[in-house]
Structures are given as C-alpha cells and as structure tokens.
C-alpha cells in the first residue's frame, strides 16, 4: 500500500510540474505575441507618419506650386481674356480644395502635433477637428498627465479618434467627453458621448463575424498592452473605458 501511495503521489508531482511548465509555456508564448504585436503597431505608424510626410511635402507642396503659378498665369491675361477667367478661379478653388484635403488626411494619418507637443495637445486638436466636421460639441479633460511613452500616447490618441469617429457617424449625439488621468499605475481612457444608444452585445458580434472592425480592433489593441476596454450604452448615453498598465509604476516592464 505504501509503494502504491508513493507512485500516486510521484505521478501527482510530474502532473503537477508538467501543469507549471505548461502554463509558463502559455503565459512565455502570449507575452512574444503581445511584443510582436505592439511591433507590428509601431510599424504601422511608421508608416502612417511617412505617409503623412509625403503627402505634406509631397503633394502638398505641387498643389501649393501649382496654385501659385495658376494665381500668375490669372495676373498676366489681366483683362485680356475675360473668357479664361471662370476657368481659373475655377482651378484655383479646385486647387485650394484639393490641398486643403490633403493637408487634413495627413494630418489624420499622423498629426505633427502629437510628436511635436504631445497628447493633450493632439486631442484637445482631434477635438476641433472632429467636432467643427461633425456638430458635435467634444470636451477634453487630459489636464496634468505626467510623461508618457511615445506608444501609451499614440494608443489613446488613437483609441479616442476611433471612438470620437464612431460618435460623428453612428450616435447622433450633441456632445461628448474625453477623459484621460492617470490612477494606481494605469492610464484611463473614457469616451462618452449623450447619444440615443446601441445594442453593444450585437455590435461585439458584428465585429467578431468580421463585418466591422472598429470595436474589435480597439479592444484588440489594448490587449497588446496588456489593457482591457469596457463598453456599455444605454438611455443616457454610451461609455467606452480602456485601462493599461503604464510601464514601471505597475509591474509591467517595458517592452
């Protein structure tokens, strides 16, 4: 009987090593997907940012040269092709417009702003911007952040301008706020706006089955970093929330 004991209870502590082994293997394996996937983001906005450039200083500039020869081509016929004249203000509105697109989707690739000044001044401009397109009224309240990573910034920049563009286009809201602080290791992002309100479980499985990506993509992200995202809607509005763990001041370390 005492040899049997023995067995079981070797064969219970190989169970119980294999059980451990097994679980660092997990925990080992989900950590290099997380760091690859934060790689695979900073990639992106790299690219993102080079993209923004081009068309800056790229395009932008053509647009602006050719503006300024058209303008010079408008002063040399003076009156003496009245007949040429709607076909030039035309192509100069047309130009004018063309590099006031340009220059707003670079600046929604990557704003110069969030690399310049940081986060609070970038939203505090996605607020403007959003808002002045949209009619919505958007309040930030980002006052007193401490230093961030360039990433921490740039996932909540981006997590606001998804959800803050979801608003615009789905929520037929009037206003909304934007909160960002920093409490017990964790930088907090809430996003809510006054809007009639939506079915969140249909909306997760909506994105689940593929057929949007918005929520699914924004809860993905802040996985990588080791965060979480709450939805909830409802008759006086809807709340997005996203903790992550700030590295260093929550036993994260960094990447």
Same mark, same amino acid.
Request: charged residues 30%; aromatic residues 0%; glycine residues 10%.
């Given at each position: 009987m005492t040899g049997k004991t023995e067995d079981l209870s070797a064969t219970l502590a190989n169970l119980r090593g294999d059980y451990r082994a097994l679980v660092q293997r997990l925990e080992a394996n989900e950590r290099e997907f997380q760091r690859l996937g934060r790689a695979v983001f900073r990639v992106?906005? /790299?690219e993102r940012r %080079?993209?923004?450039? /081009? #068309?800056?200083?790229?395009?932008?500039?053509? #647009?602006? =040269?050719?503006?300024?020869?058209? =303008?010079?081509? =408008?002063?040399?016929?003076?009156?003496?092709?009245?007949? #040429?004249?709607?076909?030039?203000?035309? *192509? #100069?509105?047309?130009?004018?417009?063309g590099l006031a697109d340009t220059r707003e989707l670079s600046r929604l690739l990557r704003p110069q702003v969030l690399d310049d000044l940081g986060l609070e001044a970038a939203l505090d401009w996605l607020a403007r911007t959003l808002g002045t397109s949209g009619g919505l009224a958007i309040e930030i309240r980002a006052d007193g952040l401490p230093a961030l990573e360039p990433d921490l910034q740039t996932l909540v920049f981006r997590l606001a301008q998804e959800a803050l563009a979801n608003v615009t286009r789905h929520a037929g809201a009037s206003q909304a706020i934007v909160s960002v602080r920093v409490h017990a290791g964790m930088l907090r992002l809430t996003v809510w706006d006054d809007g009639p309100g939506f079915d969140v479980v249909a909306a997760? /499985?909506? *994105? %689940? %089955?593929?057929e949007s990506t918005g929520l699914g993509g924004m809860k993905?992200?802040? @996985?990588l970093y080791g965060g979480h995202l709450?939805?909830? *809607?409802?008759?006086?509005?809807t709340?997005? @929330? =996203?903790?992550?763990?700030?590295?260093?001041? *929550?036993?994260?370390?960094?990447?």
């Open positions: 992106e906005e /790299e %080079r993209l923004a450039r /081009e #068309l800056h200083d790229g395009l932008g500039q053509n #647009l602006t =040269a050719l503006k300024h020869r058209l =303008a010079l081509l =408008a002063s040399q016929l003076g009156d003496s092709r009245p007949d #040429l004249q709607p076909d030039i203000d035309a *192509s #100069l509105a047309l130009c004018s417009q997760m /499985e909506k *994105s %689940r %089955r593929g993905d992200r802040v @996985a709450h939805l909830e *809607s409802g008759d006086d509005g709340r997005l @929330a =996203a903790a992550v763990p700030i590295p260093g001041e *929550s036993g994260i370390l960094p990447p």
